[in-house]
């Protein structure tokens, strides 16, 4: 409850979208909203109030702001037009009646874009931040969801051996940069795909692949994966679709495995791409699974166990595109669709 003297209200800036977006979302897509929320939770509830310090950009969120389609297969709930958009953020309780939070306690999960949340922690929704000795903004990336997709994708899905080869698309992103690294821990051959120079120079020089091309400059991405991967690639973890797993298919190895994480290319396309070179999937006994995150949140503790060490140790480093409050939101969630994003995208919303 609000202490007494104290404002029982606070302005609640929003981030509302305006309509169901086609094609490539516009920022003019994202508006905001001016709102009031209560600084306490009603007696006897379960729910927590908290201020959002962090929140997370992630190309899952643009399938959500399409028109919903009865007969498609969806990964998560569209947004409703009118009303707050939501994500992943990192949080600090102000007011909870729910028995496993406290106020001052920090946590990260699902809240919405806004200054102010309240949620009803559920759980592998909400999760209760434990170590504050490496940066809170890590539980938007590197300690969060991405993490976890990394983590869960490169081990639980390709069940990787020392000396494989392995091919990430997308790998200066929120997901990829840590796929790789974690391939080096593993003792693999390690290639990225990205798309600029920049990014390329921060997989070979900071995150430690053994080599990275810029999609954009080559023409023949068959020939490109042919000139990193001269014996063929192990694991692939898909980031991209289209084009790019396409010419991956071509060069895959007997028993090899592909993660598909993700298909940034498809999400903005009306009618998506076809992919040509399928059967190779047969003639190789490729393993190709897709799979969604939240399938393995029970393993969080596990994740947190083993990833821990390595930063602390400086042996896993993380890249953060960082926008500053609220207002510059929909610029940095947009900005992802356009290759923008040097690293994990986030914004700060509040620094406490």
């Excluded at 927590?48 to 969806?74: Q, T």
């Excluded at 060069?251 to 994480?261: E, F, H, P």
């Amino acid at each position: 409850m609000a202490p007494t003297g104290e404002a029982s209200t606070v302005n609640n800036k929003q981030v509302i979208l305006r309509d169901y977006v086609t094609g490539f979302p516009k920022e003019s897509d994202l508006v905001f909203n001016d709102a009031t929320v209560d600084l306490s939770v009603p007696a006897g509830s379960n729910k927590v109030l908290v201020k959002n310090l962090y929140l997370s950009c992630d190309p899952y969120m643009r399938i959500r702001m399409g028109k919903p389609d009865p007969s498609a297969a969806a990964l998560a709930l569209p947004y409703t037009p009118g009303q707050q958009i939501y994500g992943y953020g990192v949080s600090k309780v102000v007011d909870s009646g729910h028995p496993d939070y406290t106020k001052g306690d920090l946590l990260w999960g699902i809240v919405g874009w806004e200054e102010y949340s309240v949620i009803t922690p559920t759980i592998y929704s909400h999760f209760k931040i434990l170590h504050t000795d490496v940066p809170l903004s890590y539980y938007t990336g590197l300690l969060g969801m991405a993490g976890m997709t990394a983590y869960s994708g490169f081990y639980e899905i390709c069940s990787p051996k020392k000396g494989e080869t392995v091919f990430v698309s997308a790998a200066s992103g929120a997901v990829g940069q840590l796929v790789g690294q974690l391939a080096k821990i593993m003792g693999c051959y390690v290639v990225g795909s990205a798309g600029s120079n920049e990014k390329v120079d921060l997989l070979k020089n900071k995150f430690g692949f053994d080599e990275a091309f810029n999609y954009k400059e080559e023409k023949d991405l068959d020939a490109a994966l042919k000139r990193c991967f001269p014996e063929g690639i192990d694991i692939y973890f898909e980031n991209v679709g289209g084009k790019m797993l396409d010419a991956v298919l071509l060069n895959m190895n007997l028993k090899g495995r592909i993660a598909v994480c993700g298909m940034i290319s498809q999400y903005n396309l009306e009618e998506q791409e076809g992919v040509r070179n399928l059967a190779t999937v047969i003639y190789k006994r490729v393993k190709l699974q897709g799979f969604v995150v939240s399938d393995f949140y029970d393993k969080y503790s596990k994740f947190l166990e083993f990833v821990l060490p390595y930063i602390r140790e400086g042996k896993i480093t993380y890249v953060e595109d960082v926008a500053e409050g609220l207002e510059q939101g929909p610029s940095a969630l947009i900005g992802l669709f356009h290759g923008k994003n040097v690293g994990k995208q986030l914004i700060v919303v509040s620094r406490e």
